[in-house]
């Protein structure tokens, strides 16, 4: 169980992450609009290395692999060698 709990808290942790960077990514977009708004050119600040503001930064994959026996509520197996205790 504790594995578990760990587990969730990680989760909890990555998805509060990625709701940071969205809200720095969204912040990133209103800045370089707001700079284009107060005169500078789309050239002078990609001269600056400030790009166009819209590039997101690469997110992994979320597909899950889902190897044999899948759905069967079982840890998968490693090497085949399935865990113990992964009836739950």
């Known amino acids: 169980m504790?594995?578990?709990r760990r587990l969730v808290t990680a989760r909890q942790q990555l998805a509060d992450q990625r709701d940071?960077?969205?809200a720095?990514?969204?912040e990133?977009?209103?800045l370089y609009n707001a700079a284009?708004?107060?005169g500078w050119t789309a050239d002078e600040l990609r001269r600056l290395g400030l790009g166009d503001g819209t590039h997101r930064s690469p997110v992994p994959s979320?597909?899950?692999h889902r190897g044999r026996g899948s759905g069967s509520?079982?840890?998968p197996a490693v090497d085949g060698v399935t865990?113990?205790?992964t009836d739950r």
């Open 2 to 4: 504790t594995f578990v």
């Open 20 to 22: 940071q960077v969205d």
């Open 24 to 26: 720095a990514e969204r």
């Open 28 to 30: 990133d977009v209103r």
């Open 36 to 38: 284009l708004s107060d």
């Open 62 to 64: 979320r597909r899950r």
């Open 73 to 75: 509520g079982q840890a």
């Open 83 to 85: 865990p113990a205790g």
